[in-house]
Structure formats: C-alpha cells, structure tokens
C-alpha cells in the first residue's frame, strides 16, 4: 500500500513519519511571551476596516451595475464573463467582512462587548450566519481543538468510522484499493458547496456525543438531518439554556436580512438576486470552509484523546498557510495567523503577525506552517489533505500517555500505511471486533 517501511513503535510518528513529541510549554509561556501592545484593541481602527469592506463590496456593485451594461458592453460572453469575475470578487469582500465579525466574536474588534457584538451581529446576519449561535459553539471549538470527544468542527473521522463510511470493516482498511481522483474531487465539492450550510443545519464535522451535554438536553440526539442538533433552534445540545434568548436573537437576525433579500428578488427580479448576492455568498462559504479545514487538517497535525488532550496541546494542533495578499489582506490575516489565534484569540489581527513571531521560539518544533508555494500552495493543499487525511489512528505499539495521540492515514498509498488489523473470530456487541497486528 505505501513505499514507506514500517516505523518503530518505540516513539511517536506523524503522517509521513516523522517524529512526534508531545508539546510542553503552557499557555502562561506563551502569553509571557507576547509584546503588551499587541493585546490593544482599538474600535476606530476596527470599524475602519469593516468601512473598508463594505465600501468595497459598494463600489464594486456599483461599478458592475452602471458598466457591465449592452450599453457599454454589446458582447454577451464579454458581459456573462465580468458578471462571473463580480461574484467571485464580492465573494473576497465579502469573506473579509466575514472574518471581521469573526473578530468580533472573539471580542478582538474592540474593547467594548457592546460594540463587538453589534457589530458582528449586523455584518454576520447580513452574510446569513446566525452570530451568537455561531459565536458560541465556536468559542466551545477554541475550549477543545483537536479533542477527539469534543470538539465542535472539522473533527476528523477515526477508522470505525470511516470504515462504515466506504461500506468495510476496520480490519479491511489497509487492503482497500486507492480512492479515485474523481471521487476526491467530488468530495471535494460536496465539502466546499454543502460544507457550512451542513454545519449550520447538522453538525456535520463537529462531534457526536450529546448525550452527555450537562443539562440532558442531548438525550436521543444525534448530528444528521432531523436529529436535533443544529445552529437555530434554541434547544440544541450545543448550547445551554442561558443561551436561549441569544439563539433568537440571530435567528431574528436571519429572518431580517431575508426578509430584506426576498424584497430585492422580488424588486428587481430572481436572476439579478443570484447574481448580485447568492454566487457571492456561495463563494464566501466556499472560502469559509477552505480556510477552516486546511486550518486543522494536515498530515503533521495530531489529535488527542480525552486522556492525552490538553489545551495548550490542542492549541498547537494547528497550522499556518500563506496565501499572499488575498490571504494577508482581504482576509485579515486569518489564514497566516492561525496558531497564535488558538493560544491567544483575543489579540486583533493587525497585531497577529508581530504576536505570531514572538511565540516560534516559545513553541519551537511545534510551531506548524506550509507556505510552499505562497498563494498557489494555498490552493494545492487542499488537494493534498483530501487525499492524505481521511482517518485517524493512533501508533501502533504506543503505550500511556502517546497511546493517545492520533495521526491521519489514509488508503492512497500516501505516507505510512495504515495499521494492519485482524478480524477476531468472535463478535462484540454485534459488530466484528477486530484487535492489533502485532
């Protein structure tokens, strides 16, 4: 299955088999570590920025409506051509206003709450992201990044898991045949169109152990259409019920930005709807999910257990990517500063960059970054982490505490093969218990 021999149980190993230790720094080293100045928030330069998104998304509507015209333009594919280079350029506008109310939620906009929710509450609904439900269990993600039981999005999936997925048992894995480029680009697809409406709406990526929610309003739910547990309704197991009035809130939100969407359609027609407004909100989700899942999806990134995780560990789980002056300037630095946002998600953007440097010597092998290939290898990556991270498992031989640690594998042939498992003769639990080849 892959070239690589197999690796030495006595130490931890990643993807592609290089060695793994366990972080053991602590936030207090971490934050120590970071100039005071770059904890400063200022609203005037926070509002400032989102000034100058919408008065892009502005001026570019405005330009496209008055010139992209028979009038100024006879050609119909010239024209059909500038409208498709609109939408994808309100889609950059818009995912920067996107990561602005972001700010706000992790209260970065501003020293003021009041302000910080507003503003993220106004710019998030009129992108028809419900903020406070979003805020909050995203905030829940920060608490547990990389916990295999907890976390709230893009948690891998282990090899149970992802074996009743392709229709195997456990035990067949390391036999099954390579996935075809076709069906990683459908999957592809699938995650950047149906990603985040499947997050809103389902849990999808976020874990599955409700029941244990403390106030029992988990009972018999599961992720899934229908199964209770999404971003709208106030007795979701994803928050408690202090949230409740916060819940109505954004979805007060939702139903005033589309009450606001249906009199434009119905104005000024469907088709121009689409056009102005819904290519573009396509393309920030596409954004959206391309920037979280390369964020917290690469062949160097571990993920824990409930017994291994820490904070500080789950914190560094993380990578870094580069993806030029879209990246660094229209998204705000979210993409090329995401690390330190785990450690420290209160410090604003235009001081992350400075914030970032100040922790390498702190995290030292654990800091994480891919910037080969600048803009470019943005875009590559997230070919590469398809086909290279489809499971978790931990390594083979781990004892104690690294026993805990889990590292993606996959069955294209790529890094180190998976584990070798053996069908046990008996049944547990009326499924096929398989146990380790030694």
Known sequence: MSSMDAVPTSKLVDTFGNEFKIPDFTINDIRNAVPKHCFERSALRGLGYVARDIASLATTFYLANTFVTPEYIPSTTTRAGLWAAYTFVQGLFGTGLWVLAHECGHQSFSPSKVLNDTVGWICHSALLVPYFSWKISHGKHHKATGHMERDMVHLPKTQEVYASRVGSFVHELAELTEETPVTTMLNLITQQLGGWPGYLFTNVTG???????????????????????????????????????????????????????????????WTNLLVWYFVPYLWVNHWLVAITFLQHTDPTLPHYTPSTWTYTRGAAATIDREFGFIGRTLFHGIIETHVLHHYISTIPFYHA??????????????????????????????????????????????????????????RNGIGLPPKKMEKDAAKVGGEDAVTMAE
């Open 353 to 410: 960059d400075e914030a970032s440097e100040a922790i390498k010597p702190v995290m030292g092998r654990h800091y994480r970054s891919d910037v080969n290939g600048g803009s470019l290898g943005f875009l590559k990556s997230m070919w590469t982490s398809a086909r290279t991270c489809q499971w978790v498992e931990p390594n083979g031989g781990a004892t104690g505490e690294d026993a805990g640690v889990l590292f993606y594998r996959n």
């Open 207 to 269: 874990h599955n152990f409700h029941e244990r929610q403390p106030e029992g309003r988990g009972k018999g739910k599961k992720n899934g259409l229908g199964g209770g547990v999404n971003h709208f309704d106030p007795r979701s197991p994803l928050y408690e019920s202090k949230d409740a009035k916060l819940i109505l809130l954004s979805d007060l939100g939702l139903l005033i930005a589309g009450s606001v969407l249906f009199s434009i359609g119905r104005t000024f027609g």
